[in-house]
């Protein structure tokens, strides 16, 4: 544990004091990073890039054990032009005697609830993840967010949602169908839908094609709490990419597109005559 506090003891100092040799000194040739402006992996260079073009200051407030290797740290925070300080906290893995990944947050809770809900932060490698995990861990973060980082239930309201408005483009909605397309269980698209109906956003109606099921169908009040959600989304997504052109936005958006067919395809299979 010594250790651990050492090497971010020198990540500190070296972000405070904006030297670029000690900031090459300070984290592994590939360090993991996340903070409000990306996330991904990047090198002791542009690391060091980063403190001196950014002018940001930290300093460690409180520390916070996870393991032999992982430490979340409380900090004092100031950006060029601010007058008072702000504070965040930092997740650290430490590799050997250098930091090998820092993901920062808006405050100490959020912090140590990532890392007490992702234990493979101390099992994994330092070399760049693979493009799969950097999409499903994108993913996981943001599917559990609807319009604020602690809005976990109204996350799973805009899941439900969102898939019976997908599925209704094909035809008439079943329980079935919905936990087909969040890859639950049908007990658990029963509650998702249950709870969203008393929410009044979606409702269940006969079916018009067997008497003896129910169908599941959007409300105008769903209608409305989808375009509020889809609008947050658009802010998150303008904000995520603060700095892009726009040929890169819209290069990601087709990347995206042809995600999304190929999921269906994989998921789903072809579609074909049949299909709904």
Do not use: Y
């Not at 000690?22 to 260079?45: C, H, L, N, S, Y």
């Amino acid at each position: 544990m010594e250790r651990t506090e050492a090497a971010i003891g020198r990540w500190h100092e070296a972000v405070e004091t904006g030297d670029p040799d000690a900031a090459r000194a300070a984290v592994t040739d590939q360090v993991m990073v996340d903070g409000p402006k990306g996330a991904g992996v990047i090198t002791a260079e542009e690391f060091a890039e980063w403190i001196t073009r950014s002018g940001i200051r930290l300093r460690a407030r409180s520390w916070h054990p996870v393991g032999d290797r992982v430490m979340v740290v409380e900090q004092d925070a100031r950006w060029p032009g601010d007058q008072a300080w702000s504070q965040v906290a930092t997740i650290f893995r430490v590799t050997g005697d250098r930091v090998s990944a820092a993901l920062r947050f808006p405050d100490l809770r959020a912090a140590l609830d990532f890392a007490s809900t992702h234990p493979e932060l101390a099992e994994a490698e330092t070399e760049a993840e693979g493009a799969g995990q950097a999409l499903f861990r994108f993913v996981r973060h943001w599917s559990r967010r609807a319009h604020g980082p602690d809005d976990g239930e109204r996350g799973r309201e805009v899941l439900v949602t969102e898939a019976v408005c997908a599925l209704q483009e094909r035809g008439e909605v079943t329980v079935n169908d919905v936990a087909a397309e969040l890859g639950i269980d049908q007990s658990g698209a029963s509650r998702m839908l249950a709870h969203a109906t008393g929410r009044g956003l979606l409702a269940m109606i006969p079916s018009e094609t067997d008497a003896r099921r129910r169908a599941v169908t959007l409300t105008d009040a769903g209608r409305d709490f989808l375009t509020a959600a889809h609008q947050w989304q658009d802010e998150i997504f303008a904000a995520l990419t603060d700095g892009w052109t726009s040929a890169e936005r819209t290069g990601f958006q087709h990347a995206m597109t042809r995600l999304i067919a190929a999921s269906a395809t994989l998921t789903h299979g072809p579609a074909g005559p049949g299909s709904r």
